[in-house]
């Protein structure tokens, strides 16, 4: 693989409230044992779940916005957590799934029960644009001044390609761009660091995924005056139906890069899942889902699609083993401990020795049946290997 990529670390996110976020062992066994430095929060709707008016004015428009609201409390708390428990680094990646209802045409932060795609989406005016933008600078801004921690970086949309029944909005190229484009002003405007990020969705796959993502990209990179806003470039990985994980095709990852490799900015996973909770499975289509499928496609993806984070959906949802969409279990008393779950293991090779930091090096067999990733730590001089 090309040399030259530094890794900015992996992480999980945290929803709803069956994660034990407030349990000292999950904790440590996040910070301390798996190594993670990032975790991905959400902006959640109910920082403003009724109709305010932001202005220009930062301290105003924080004032407005319920930073004390559970979903939020929760988040916070478990960053605080792993921020003293740390090794090295740790930092926040926030995404909103939903601007407020209040916001968007439907007024519903779902697809408002009727499925129509055509409602689920901003308001299209400027002023909403300008009301949005001012909504995520008060987050971030008003996050760290309520908890002290900063938001690294921020998305502008979660899947912003779907039209869902749980929290979504949709975009269309020219949404994008607007969108990116007023909330990059309002950042610079205000002081605001967090770096924002997009288009978070869907791929790559070669084909429609691909070209969906690209005409997001494309819609900013070509105004040369809004493409700056835009810092880094993120996507999920996940199959056709947004569910199975993508199975490794180097020829998708390789063209994907192709086309975003010009524009000199970082290319992230931010979300994958549907990988079984053992070590090897098949799913109903045939195809590799276990844990050693999992690390071989975190591999492939760092190898191929140049990946500088790679975030799995969830660290824990519940029971006393991983699932689909998670990475290990939430009893320490289980029979087979957190620490010891084949897909906890498996993740846990790249996210506890490739520090943040660390510089991936000229490697081979490659590409062969085994794929392989070297990374330098320039801090302590040591080499981490990876052999997927």
């Not at 478990?78 to 926030?94: C, E, G, T």
């Not at 269309?172 to 660091?193: K, R």
Request: charged content about 15%; glycine content about 8%.
């Amino acid at each position: 693989c090309s040399s030259d990529l530094t890794s900015e670390g992996f992480g999980t996110c945290l929803t709803g409230s069956a994660s034990p976020y407030n349990q000292a062992w999950l904790q440590d066994l996040y910070a301390r044992d798996m190594g993670g430095s990032f975790l991905r929060v959400v902006v959640d709707s109910s920082l403003a779940p009724t109709a305010v008016t932001f202005t220009s004015n930062l301290a105003s428009n924080i004032a407005l916005m319920n930073f004390n609201a559970p979903f939020i409390a929760n988040e916070a708390l478990f960053a605080q957590a792993l921020n003293a428990r740390k090794i090295d680094s740790f930092r926040l990646y926030a995404t909103p799934w939903s601007p407020p209802a209040w916001m968007k045409v439907n007024n519903d932060t779902t697809d408002g029960g009727d499925g129509s795609s055509t409602t689920n989406h901003l308001i299209d005016t400027q002023a909403n644009y300008q009301q949005y933008a001012w909504y995520l600078a008060a987050f971030c801004a008003g996050f760290q001044q309520t908890y002290g921690i900063p938001i690294y970086g921020v998305s502008v949309q979660n899947e912003l390609m779907f039209n869902e029944p749980y929290d979504s909005c949709q975009y269309t190229d020219p949404e994008f761009h607007d969108v990116v484009e007023l909330v990059g002003q309002t950042f610079a405007a205000q002081g605001i660091t967090s770096k924002v990020l997009g288009p978070e969705s869907v791929g790559p796959d070669g084909g429609f995924f691909t070209t969906n993502q690209m005409g997001f990209i494309n819609a900013v990179q070509t105004d040369g005056a809004v493409a700056p806003y835009l810092t880094l470039f993120n996507i999920h990985s996940y199959s056709s139906n947004g569910i199975d994980p993508l199975a490794p095709q180097r020829s998708w990852l390789t063209d994907y890069w192709n086309q975003i490799s010009g524009f000199n900015k970082e290319s992230w996973m931010t979300e994958t899942s549907g990988d079984a909770a053992s070590w090897l499975d098949a799913n109903s289509s045939g195809n590799q889902d276990g844990a050693l499928f999992m690390g071989y496609r975190m591999n492939e993806d760092l190898a191929f699609g140049n990946d500088s984070t790679w975030f799995y959906w969830q660290i824990t949802s519940g029971g006393d083993s991983a699932d689909t969409f998670s990475l290990t279990g939430q009893n320490p008393g289980a029979l087979v401990p957190p620490a010891q779950q084949p897909k906890y293991c498996a993740y846990k090779q790249f996210s506890r020795f490739i520090r943040p930091g660390a510089v991936r090096v000229d490697a081979s067999p490659d590409p062969v049946s085994c794929n392989v990733t070297a990374w330098v730590h320039d801090a302590n001089k040591t080499l981490t290997v990876v052999l997927a």
